[in-house]
């Protein structure tokens, strides 16, 4: 097989795998959405607007939420998918057992030492969740908490700069949608 082939094969094992362990999620939009939309949606903001054609950093967005909101664990995707990929999932997994408010501020501390691919996977997220949370908002969710949700993910994405020029420019302009 040539190289690009087996690329392919990679991601679409990864949209497979991720696939399977989010069939039973939704997202928090009023019409709950497939969870699974939105790892899909991180790959293509990367590949489409950030022109990141990195198989093991799309593979890794694909992979993102895996361990975080399901019971897939980190032996299992470096079982599957090699040890790059599980890190750079690790990188971008909250830490459960903090409170939530620590967890976010963890989020913001720990960005800057992220790896390159962990803080492309970590632009790609914000931007999309910034996009649902403009189109298809949290049910429920006050107007002060979108403010807040946006801040915090604007102070998350100011640790991590200078990482591609073009996701950067997608983030400030869903920021500038702040509702
Ligand atoms: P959560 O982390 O619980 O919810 C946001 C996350 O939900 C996103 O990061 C995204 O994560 C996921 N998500 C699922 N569906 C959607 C969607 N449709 N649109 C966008 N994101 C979606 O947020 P918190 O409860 O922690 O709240 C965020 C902030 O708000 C915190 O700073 C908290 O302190 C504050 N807060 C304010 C309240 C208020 O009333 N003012 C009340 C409670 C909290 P993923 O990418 O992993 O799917
Ligand atoms: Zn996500």
Do not use: C
Not at 8 to 23: D, G, M, N, P, S
Not at 113 to 118: N, V, Y
């Amino acid at each position: 097989m040539s190289a690009v082939p087996r690329d392919l094969a990679l991601v679409l094992q990864a949209t497979e795998f991720a696939a399977r362990k989010h069939r039973n999620q939704r997202r928090k939009d009023r019409e709950a959405s497939p969870y699974i939309n939105h790892p899909i949606t991180l790959a293509s903001i990367l590949l489409n607007e950030g022109a990141v054609d990195d198989p093991k950093v799309l593979a890794a967005a694909l992979l993102h939420d895996t361990i975080e909101d399901t019971e897939t664990t980190y032996d299992e995707l470096k079982g599957q998918f090699g040890v790059l990929i599980a890190d750079m999932v690790m990188e971008v997994t909250d830490v459960k057992w903090l409170h939530k408010d620590a967890r976010k501020r963890l989020q913001v501390s720990r960005a800057a030492r992220s790896t390159r691919g962990a803080k492309l996977v970590k632009l790609a997220d914000k931007i999309a969740n910034l996009r649902d949370m403009i189109a298809h908002p949290p049910d429920g969710w006050s107007l002060e908490r979108k403010r807040e949700y946006f801040d915090w993910a604007k102070s998350v994405v100011d640790q991590i700069r200078n990482t591609n020029a073009r996701l950067e420019r997608r983030f400030d302009r869903v920021y500038r949608q702040r509702p």
